[in-house]
Structure formats: structure tokens, C-alpha cells
């Protein structure tokens, strides 16, 4: 049983489309979070969600857009998806805001050409 | 606001070795995360240090937190093939409550 599972794993698309990435945890945690790891593999908060609502909103473009339908999914959409948006995205979940080990899943290679 | 340096940014070590890698922070840190990151898969959590002075072990792998409670070392005793690895170090910030994360640590050990 994966605690935190996101699909797709990898994703190749061209630029100007729009793709989204889903995120499930069973782990029965309150907060949810993406996270993006840069070329230089260098991790980063985007959003931070907590029993569905919003909490922590980083200098994201609004092109990202998260959704988080119930506290135990939170799904990514990107708009017209740029070459600099070639990452990794990793969804993650923990029991509480702050204070608490973030688990996360295995990630989501997106590749935009 | 809090940064986390962690060096070396990599390493190569022949398989048996020992190795040690750091992560510094530039306030006191109230609560350490290791994680472990292979190539294809996500972060796996390894341990979490709250106490100065507080060491953990799991298998070959101990990490400390210094007693200022600003450094952590994370130690791999006769390295093997599979503790190959990106090797992450992560923290709340005293400032914004977000985990923030070191740059990583990239691991080859030679067979």
C-alpha cells in the first residue's frame, strides 16, 4: 500500500498545453503539500493545503493551479505549460501543519519540449 | 530567513568506506529531517532529530544534532551500492513553519 501515490510518473508534453497531476494519501493526514525539484535538484514548497483549504501559497505562477477536492487528495493543474516548468513534482502529506514528517510521494517527472 | 547548507553537494567513495555528510543551518533548528531521495523514486524519510545532542541510527546510517542545535551529520558506516543517493536535509523554518530543504547531497559509491 502506497502511503502518498501521484500519477502520472512521467509526463512529456508539448509546450502550451495543459496537464495535471493527481495526488491521493491514506495515511488519514490533515495537510497535503506540493513541492517542485529543480534541474539542480533543489526542493521546493509551492502549496500547502490543510483539510482543504489553502495555507501556504509560494510565488507560483498562476498558471499552477492546485485543487483539493477532499483532505486526502490534492491534484495540480498547470496551464499553458512553459519549458520551465521541466521538474520534478513531488505531492507529500503530513498529520498537521507544522511540526510534523512530511511523507511523500514518488514523484512526477514532467517533461515540457 | 532560515537557510540550510549542506556540504559536500557530492561525493564518490569507494564501496566499504566510511563517509559524513553535513547539513548547517543558519538559526536554531527545532526539529531535523534526513531524507533519502534514488534516482526514479521519492523522498524517503530516514530520521528525524530534535534534541541537542540527539543521535540516531538505522542499519549503517546515524545522524546527530549538534548541542547548539544549528548542525546535523549524517554518518554512513561501510557504504554500499544501495546507499547511492541524493541525500537531503530538512527543517521547519523558525520564520515561516515551511519544511525548507539543503541543496542535497549527491552519493556514488563504487562497487
Known amino acids: 500500500d502506497t502511503a502518498v501515490s501521484q500519477t502520472p510518473k512521467y509526463l512529456v508534453t508539448q509546450m502550451g498545453n495543459d496537464k495535471s497531476i493527481k495526488c491521493e494519501q491514506n495515511l488519514g493526514h490533515d495537510t497535503m503539500y506540493w513541492y517542485k525539484q529543480d534541474s539542480k535538484k533543489f526542493l521546493k514548497i509551492m502549496f500547502s493545503?490543510?483539510?482543504?483549504?489553502?495555507?501556504i501559497n509560494e510565488t507560483v505562477p498562476n498558471r499552477f493551479s492546485p485543487k483539493s477536492p477532499d483532505k486526502a487528495h490534492l491534484n495540480l493543474h498547470i496551464n499553458s505549460l512553459e519549458l520551465g516548468d521541466s521538474a520534478v513534482y513531488f505531492c507529500?502529506?503530513?498529520?498537521?501543519?507544522?511540526?510534523?514528517?512530511?511523507?511523500f510521494g514518488e514523484g512526477s517527472w514532467l517533461t515540457v519540449v | 530567513s532560515q537557510e540550510l547548507e549542506q556540504s559536500p553537494q557530492s561525493l564518490i567513495v569507494q564501496e566499504g568506506k566510511n563517509l559524513t555528510i553535513n547539513c548547517t543551518s543558519s538559526k536554531t533548528l527545532y526539529g531535523l529531517y534526513w531524507y533519502k531521495q534514488k534516482y526514479g523514486e521519492g523522498l524517503i524519510f530516514l530520521m528525524m532529530?530534535?534534541?541537542?545532542?540527539e543521535e540516531k541510527s538505522h542499519e549503517k546510517i546515524t545522524a546527530k544534532l549538534d548541542e547548539k542545535k544549528q548542525q546535523s551529520s549524517l554518518h554512513i558506516t561501510a557504504s554500499q551500492p544501495s546507499h547511492a543517493g541524493i541525500y537531503l536535509c530538512g527543517a521547519y523554518s523558525s520564520n515561516t513553519g515551511k519544511l525548507i530543504f539543503g541543496q542535497g547531497t549527491t552519493l556514488q559509491v563504487k562497487p
Open positions: 532529530l530534535q534534541k541537542g545532542g
Open positions: 493545503y490543510n483539510n482543504k483549504e489553502l495555507i
Open positions: 507529500a502529506s503530513s498529520q498537521t501543519v507544522t511540526g510534523n514528517t512530511i511523507y
